[in-house]
């Protein structure tokens, strides 16, 4: 219908139909912006970052551009996060106003997000070695405890000089004693 509208001299301002971004959720992935305009003739469509024009000299990224009338679709390849931002979609046909639709993009750094996730899980990775083997250490004390009931309350015995002295003191009593009881007893 454009092309009988543009046979018959009827002309149409730009209207900006359609602007999507996708991808680009973090940092490294691959980005596309859509933009579709409507018009007759059919729009240019240019795009703009920050209010300046995209890609400029400030662009880092590998961006590739594929424009027909009415439509441009731009691939930013392994996305930085400078590449986020407020990108504008920029129509004009050289009739009526020009037409202009934004849409923000927002990349995480994907190097901040690893830090953060190595990080919680060398700590979450740490903590569960420090629990098993204490519920190994528990677990070994309770099995030692069961197959040898006695072994806690087992007594020591005293050092070997004690032992001496002790069987040498008992046998003077012993002795002793012998004499005493002999010494009390009358003769018969």
Known sequence: SSGINAEYGVREPPEITIIIATGGEKEGDSIELLCQASGVPKPSITWRRGGQEFPGDDTVSVVTIYNEPGSSLVLINSSVTEDQGVYTCVA?????????????????????????????????????ICTALMVFALYKKRKRKRLHPDEETKVPPPPEEDVENHVYDNEANTVQTMFSIAKAKPKT
């Open 92 to 128: 004009s046909n050289g009739f009526g106003e020009t037409a202009i639709m934004e849409t923000e993009l927002v990349i995480e750094s994907a190097v901040k997000v690893v830090t953060v996730a190595s990080a919680s899980s060398l700590l979450a990775f740490i903590c569960a």
